[in-house]
Nanobody
Framework: QVQLVESGGGLVQAGGSLRLSCAAS????????MAWFRQAPGKEREFVAV????????YYADSVKGRFTISRDNIKNTVYLQMNSLKPEDTAVYYC???????????????????WGQGTQVTVSS
């Protein structure tokens, strides 16, 4: 069991940056694949980025590739999402998600993750 708490959201102008954090409870954080998803009003929840146990493998949605960076600190039990060059279309509630075990081919699907945070709002103004 793991509990996730996101922070770092807020209001930023287009072109700006934010760093989201997701603090996890539990002693086996390093055995969880961690991901970020987002959900804009009236839209489905969508995959943003995922990181492997060790942090050695990362994958991104095409819409954020080159602008967002996911990372993790297994000592601090925290995963991060550095978001640069933000666009108004990045506006959404951002959720941290966890699944026990390694990355598999279904990492883009929310159904594959067992644990979720409460979400943090990111608003990008034009």
């Amino acid at each position: 069991q793991v509990q996730l708490v996101e922070s770092g959201g807020g209001l930023v102008q287009a072109g700006g940056s934010l760093r989201l954090s997701c603090a996890a409870s539990g002693r086996t954080f390093s055995r969880y694949t961690m991901a970020w998803f987002r959900q804009a009003p009236g839209k489905e929840r969508e995959f943003v980025a995922v990181i492997s146990w060790s942090g050695g493998s990362t994958y991104y949605a095409d819409s954020v590739k080159g602008r967002f960076t996911i990372s993790r600190d297994n000592i601090k039990n925290t995963v991060y999402l550095q978001m640069n060059s933000l666009k108004p279309e990045d506006t959404a509630v951002y959720y941290c998600a966890a699944r026990f075990g390694p990355i598999d081919r279904d990492y883009i699907f929310a159904e594959g993750y067992n644990f979720w945070g409460q979400g943090t709002q990111v608003t990008v103004s034009s």
